[in-house]
């Protein structure tokens, strides 16, 4: 039986694929109504889903490294209240590369993308969240400065340990807001950029676990740094 969601209404920004695709159709496959974004005009699998959600699926087109583009879906989407803003958005490199080798332009367009365009997107989209709501942010285990004993993928871990640093400055400069700030690390899954033929988990796996454990958190104030099956991940 498919459970019934806590968040109702959602907006998700980064859909077309991948981890965020996986969020958008389980969620509308849990009755909720989703407001998701692609980058770019191009047809993409989110438009596929079109028929089969059934009026609960709307397709908005931001890229989150044009600060313009958000400004306007925020302007586009004003009037309206969610009860989950879930901001997915990640790119990775070379897992081999690292300070010593890594172009300038390479380093600034991980901690961009990976840090501080979603750090945007939540300072210009947040207030369209619902008081009681959550505002969330995919993350990654990689992230954790205490579990990084086997190195790898240096620049993308100090990315992703950028962006939980800047959700808890931005949960201190907000310590008096009733919503719940989630940062999600959806586990090691070979299916992708990150992952590879060893990674235990599918997005089939991880990603209704994971809707799980956002639903579950709701009420629940302050930032927390959580994996799909709701374990506490050390900062």
Known sequence: MTPTPQHATILLIGASRGL??????EYVGRGAHVVATVRGPHRT????????????????????NDPAQVLSL???????????LFVNAG???????????????????????NALSPMRVIERLGKLVAADGTIAIMSSGQGSIANNERGGFEI????????????????????DDSRTLLLTAPGWIRDTGV?????????????????????????????????????TVAW
Do not use: C, W
């Open 20 to 25: 965020g695709y996986a969020l958008a159709a």
């Open 195 to 231: 992952g590879g033929p060893a990674a235990p988990l599918t997005i089939g796996e991880s990603i209704p676990r994971l809707v799980t454990v956002i639903d579950a958190q709701r009420h629940r104030t302050g930032l927390h740094y959580l994996d799909h099956l709701g374990r």
């Open 156 to 175: 993308y871990r100090a990315s992703k340990s950028a962006l939980n640093q800047l959700m808890r400055s931005y949960a201190a400069r907000h310590r």
């Open 74 to 84: 925020r302007d586009r989407l004003t009037a309206r209240t969610f009860d989950l």
């Open 91 to 113: 790119v990775t490199n070379g897992p081999e590369e690292t300070v010593a080798d890594v172009t300038d332009a390479e380093f600034t367009r991980l901690m961009i993308t």
């Open 45 to 64: 699998a989110l438009h596929d889903l079109l028929p089969a959600a059934h009026g609960r699926l709307e397709i908005e087109h931001v890229d989150i």
